[in-house]
């Protein structure tokens, strides 16, 4: 009895020191062989549970290699607990190769079970993904157990089942360490992405206020020139283009700047029939030069409270999106109308459509999957339409297209 528990917290240790190891080698900043000595620990784990196996009085032994194929499995790749499971096979056949044929079998089928679960493993949360785990273990347990029956040491039960519910806990504590650090490595690594993106903002926006200054002087003087009486009509027309045109620009800076420092003051009435009708006007030849067409069916007079220039800027970001998701040409839908109390917008294109991955992280900064995307767009658009106390639904499927539903309280 001393020794069974003497051999399952020396287990437990084993087990729990990969977790502590992944850890460890994770967090550090200098760039050291994380991978290969990762892999080397877990090799040094397998070697020592099937040296030091826990034996029972009945004689039967049980070891905890299923962990580190565990481990090695969803944490490295594939391919490494493929290996794992071959090195766990060349070593069985040394330290007792009568039982070689059953190990072999018995991980085929973790292999296989391994492989079918993978794609829920990798997208789900760390709980199921512990519950994942109690399900491998409950499976093993009772293909164990029908093992011992069938030997004649059914009475030996009870060690079996603590055995299970220690290596159970190992394997959970073990994965919750890792997904923790792989959490943390995330965090720190969005916070180093939102620094970054606030200082490049910052910087921009101060350029842009510097070029308005020198544009103000200009447009004086144009102002000047065109009161000129001896001027001919070409002149004439020449200086009241440029004028139309640095006006224009103006308006660029303007509209750039309110996107790099987002106004939260302003939040007047707007006819967002009206600001969407004209946006879609305005995007029309481009939908045109890129072979696609924009369908609408706006309802008149609804409003919202915001401001409109940053509404403007949504609608573009997501009119732009659609039709570039559309490289073969299609249509886009626009839709607007009245929905209890709320207006509801919606956008729906014919165009490439996203995975689940893609719609997670659609709206993070850099998120692109353009050559020339910026990544902004999205993040723009979720932060506009979330501080209007609106929200923006999206339902894609891949190779189908997209819908974007905007919401936004009626006022
Ligand atoms: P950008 O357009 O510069 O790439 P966005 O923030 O506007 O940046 O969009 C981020 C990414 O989201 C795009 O690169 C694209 O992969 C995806 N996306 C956005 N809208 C759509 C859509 N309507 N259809 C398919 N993918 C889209
Ligand atoms: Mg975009």
Redesign the pocket.
Known sequence: MIEFTKDLILHFSIILSLGFMYNFLWMQKRSIYKKQVFKAAILATLLLTMALPVRFDGGIQFDLKLIPVFIAFFYLSRTDGFLLVAVLLLLQSLVGIERLPVTAVNYTVILILFISIERIYKDTTINKKIALGLFVYALITSTRLAAMINSGNGQDYLYLLVFSVVSFVALSVSIYIIEMTNLQLKMMHELHKAEKFSAISQLAASVAHEIRNPMTTIRGFMQVLQGERNLNDNQNMFISISLQELDRTQTIIDNFLSLAKPNTGSMAKVNLSGLLKETVDFMRSYSHLANTELVEGIDKNLCVKGDAHEIRQVFI?IL???I??MPGGGSMYIIAKLDRDYVKVQFR?E????NQE?LDR??HPY????EK???????ISYDIIQRMRGRILVD?EEGKG?T?TILLPFG
Do not use: I
């Not at 165009?351 to 996203?354: F, N, Q, R, S």
């Not at 998120?367 to 353009?370: A, F, H, Q």
């Open positions: 970001n732009k999106n659609g570039e998701s294109d165009g490439v459509g996203m893609q659609l709206g998120y692109s999957t353009k995307g910026t990544g902004l767009g999205m993040m894609s997209t974007f």
